[in-house]
């Protein structure tokens, strides 16, 4: 296909190897390179988008020719934009509107020149001409262009003092009708000398108390927008709020202050002196309102973070706690800890001597005392150390004081255990016919009653070998609660004299049985009149052969610092005999039945 269209065009454009072509037609005009003839169609050129043809300027040659398919024209590149061909009735130039100036008019302000760009055909603006003019009057006389001065904005210079300034816009693009027409602001002005820097809203925040600091504060202004530089402070002190005797305090240059013992009771003053680092550069000293009077730093006091505290004495070491209120900043804190009374000794305290305890400067956290315990093997009871508080130096002003609890009772308590007294004993020695009942015990601890064994019904007194107590009878039955319901078993009670209190330790029983005798004994105990009892443990099993049988009744809280109101009782249930044998306590050298434990 190619190769038969290249003969066809030798063929048909035989002029084509000299200086013109024509398309259709033998002949081209005399006057033209390319002839194209067709009463049928026509001739297409590139066909662009608007950005396409903008992106293209950046290379577009003189002469260059293409169709614009947004805005549906012809367009040429005549070397600096692209113009309509044959269109110029449908596009319009540009304009410019509401041409202001804003700024101060004053010597090294900065101006702006505002104005809003319009175009029918939305052509940007990217050719618009800018240009600034003074003049010595708002109605243009003597009026000259500024040179230089073609950017929107403009700093005036000494040369603008007392002038009046215009500001011109000749809007322009580089696509379509341009430029349009040069349109000028009013006269702004005259420019008046640069102003300098003020501050305003000066005040002083913080709180006026001796060691605390005052921060000066201010608003720094100045018309031209000079920027701050190095404004400079002072702070004065009066007798006053009205500033009687006003002084600088030497050396508060700063825009902060601590106040001094030199400001007690007296009224101080912030001033600024703003400071800009170009135009006019120093503004006048301003002053704030007087803070004071200014209060002396508040009294400096320790004391014990609580009135008593409890070590056991086997613990080893404790510490006591001290605790600061108002703390000096500058000024560490000290006092002596030392021994004020008790009922205990040095040397429960490993003969403490007294400590020094000393808070740092600017701390308020808690500082302690080490107390070493002594544990030792002696039953003294719970005893007390009092330690107080004295030597107290340092704190605000140097007059910290003691000042709230002033004393810590030190209750050290006793881990050394008394042993157990015999509270009430049984001796069977001598009886005969099982004794008696009530048997009564043959001892008794001072400050306690005791009642007697008493037999249950259920049981018989006899039986028993000699110096014996004890009896026969007892139920076959292997159930506790049937024994019980039939009466087989023995009572007794014990309890504390008014003003007393009862605890219970231990029992120590020597009991024995016959062959046929019963085989368990379950021991119980009532602190509600007997209307419940308890079982301590589970049943023993009594041996043929005289035993001890010791019952722990140390855990048992029930039975610890009974008062003496309440009595206990106890009730031994026999039972699951296999006759008619019999149970009973004794053949032992001494006591035969034993309740130790504690009388307080």
């Known amino acids: 296909m190619k190769k038969n269209l290249f003969t066809t065009l030798l063929t048909t454009c035989p002029i084509l190897f000299f200086s013109q072509v024509g ?65 110029e009735e449908i596009n319009t130039v540009p304009s410019a509107t509401n041409v202001t100036i804003s700024g101060n008019y004053t010597s090294g302000s900065v101006l702006t020149g505002n104005y809003t760009f319009s175009d029918a055909e939305s052509n940007p603006d990217n050719a618009t001409a ?49 430029p349009g027409l040069q349109k000028c602001s009013a006269w702004g002005g005259p420019v008046g000398a640069n102003q300098a820097p003020t501050a305003s809203g000066v005040s002083i925040t913080g709180t006026a108390i001796q060691g605390q600091t005052l921060t000066g504060t201010y608003t720094y202004n100045d018309a031209e927008g000079n920027v701050q530089g190095t404004s400079t402070f002072r702070w004065t002190r009066s007798d006053n709020a009205s500033g009687a005797n006003e002084t600088t305090i030497p050396g508060a240059t700063g825009s902060s202050y601590i106040l001094a013992a030199a400001d007690i009771n007296k009224y101080i003053k912030f001033y600024v002196t703003p400071i800009a680092a170009t135009g006019t550069l120093m503004g006048t000293e301003t002053g704030s309102g007087f803070t ?117 009772t030190l209750t050290i308590t006793d881990n050394d255990v008394a042993a157990p007294i015999t509270l009430a004993a049984w001796d069977t020695n001598g009886l005969s016919l099982c004794g008696t009942s009530p048997f009564a015990p043959a001892t008794i601890a001072s400050n306690i009653s005791v009642g007697g064994f008493t037999l249950g019904s259920g049981v018989s007194a006899t039986g028993c070998a000699s110096s014996t107590w004890g009896g026969s009878n007892w139920t076959t039955t292997s159930v506790l609660n049937t024994a019980i319901s039939t ?114």
């Open 23 to 87: 398309i259709n037609t033998q002949t081209p005009h005399p006057s033209s390179v390319l002839d194209i003839q067709s009463d049928t169609k026509g001739l297409v050129v590139p066909r662009l988008t608007t950005a396409a043809a903008n992106t293209l300027a950046a290379t577009a040659s003189e002469g260059l020719v293409v169709f614009d398919k947004d805005r549906k024209v012809f367009i040429g590149w005549d070397g600096t934009k692209w113009q309509n061909l044959g269109y």
């Open 130 to 178: 800018l240009i600034w003019k003074r003049a010595d009057d708002a109605s243009g006389t003597n009026m000259v262009t500024i040179a230089s001065a073609t950017a929107q904005n403009y700093t005036s210079t000494s040369a603008d003092l007392n002038k009046y300034i215009q500001f011109c816009v000749t809007p322009g693009s580089l696509v379509g009708a341009s």
């Open 292 to 408: 004071g009077a200014i209060a002396s730093l508040p009294q400096t006091s320790v004391q014990f973070s609580s009135a008593s505290s409890t070590v056991s004495e086997g613990v080893g070491t404790t510490t006591l706690v001290l605790s600061i209120t108002n703390p000096s900043t500058t000024n560490s804190t000290s006092v002596d800890v030392f021994i004020s009374g008790g009922t205990g000794s040095l040397a429960d305290i490993n003969n403490y001597t007294t400590q020094t305890v000393t808070f740092p400067a600017g701390s308020s956290a808690n500082q302690t005392v080490t107390i070493t315990v002594t544990d030792d093997s002696l039953v003294e009871g719970n005893e007390t150390i009092q330690f107080g508080l004295q030597n107290v130096t340092g704190g605000n002003n140097n007059s910290a004081n003691a000042s709230g609890i002033l004393t810590n």
């Open 487 to 600: 009466n087989d078993f023995f009572t007794y009670s014990i309890n504390a004299n008014t003003g007393n209190t009862l605890s219970l330790s231990s029992i120590d029983m020597y009991a024995t049985r016959t062959s046929a005798g019963p085989t368990l004994s379950q021991i119980q105990y009532s602190i509600d009149g007997g209307s419940t009892y308890n079982n301590i443990g589970s049943a023993i099993t009594i041996s043929t052969s005289v035993s001890l049988y010791t019952i722990d009744l140390s855990l048992i809280s029930a039975l610890q610092n009974v008062p003496s109101s309440t009595t206990i009782r106890f009730r031994v249930v026999n039972y699951s005999a296999s006759g008619t044998g019999n149970f009973y306590i004794g053949n032992n050298i001494g006591n035969d039945y034993i309740i130790k434990g504690y009388v307080n």
